[in-house]
């Protein structure tokens, strides 16, 4: 499977605890995006790399999220200190340079739950 | 801040019926993108339009982009319950670096067979 991969597929965690996810874009593509999705709306810019630098943040993101993209391949995004607000669906997408087509390929998301 | 609208946020139609969804671009777009996402799935790219008044067809969806590269519609001929989803209109930033899109709420198809 060429496609973008996300794992885990649930993560369900405690207030207050640190999370991790990873996503690994499809291998040609230079551009990742970490989008969050809540019920009834649609994803949400979170940030945004190419190869390996961050080019820009959300400012609606806290300090409490980080992410990285080591050699410009697979990138993993933090949470620290969890709250109940951050629990909704991550989804990674990446694109390519390439071409006119700007479309973004979509992972299967991580969904998490802040209890 | 740049925003994208879509009505009707939910609609439900009988087996056969036709289906449009709007969406509002409170800028202008270098492009409109639509994205498919089926009940506990992920968003899947549909299209994309560049021009001005574009119209593309695949198969019984039909998608228009407005002369003023502000609105886009998505028209679904005769759906079928494989049609069952939430469609989503995106837009690249205003402040685009780098492809990042600005989604609509999007409009939820439940269809009845």
């Known amino acids: 499977d060429t496609g973008v991969s996300q794992d885990p597929r649930h993560k369900i965690t405690k207030r207050g605890q640190n999370v991790t996810f990873r996503c690994d874009p499809i291998?040609?593509?230079?551009?990742l995006y970490w989008y969050r999705q809540t019920l009834g709306q649609g994803p949400e810019f979170l940030t945004y790399f190419q190869n390996e630098a961050q080019l820009e943040k959300s400012r609606l993101l806290s300090d409490r999220f980080s992410a990285e993209r080591p050699k410009g391949s697979f990138s993993t995004l933090e949470i620290q200190r969890t709250e109940q607000g951050d629990s909704a669906m991550y989804l990674c997408?990446?694109?390519?340079?390439?071409?006119?087509?700007?479309?973004?390929?979509f992972g299967q998301g991580t969904r998490l739950t802040v209890v | 801040g740049q925003q994208v609208m879509q009505i009707p946020q939910y609609q439900h139609v009988q087996e056969g019926e036709d289906f449009t969804t709007y969406c509002n671009s409170s800028?202008?777009?270098?492009?409109i993108q639509w994205y498919k996402q089926r009940p506990g799935g992920h968003p899947v790219f549909l299209i994309q339009?560049?021009?001005?008044?574009e119209v593309k067809k695949q198969k019984r969806l039909t998608f228009q982009f407005g002369e003023a590269k502000k609105n886009s519609s998505l028209h679904i001929t005769a759906t079928q319950t494989t049609d069952v989803g939430t469609y989503f209109c995106?837009?690249?930033?205003?402040?685009?670096?780098?492809?990042?899109?600005?989604f609509g709420q999007g409009t939820e198809l439940s269809v009845k067979p």
């Open positions: 339009l560049v021009k001005s008044g």
């Open positions: 995106a837009g690249p930033s205003y402040s685009n670096q780098g492809g990042k899109l600005i």
């Open positions: 997408a990446s694109s390519s340079l390439a071409g006119r087509l700007e479309a973004a390929f």
């Open positions: 800028t202008t777009l270098s492009n």
């Open positions: 291998s040609e593509h230079n551009r």
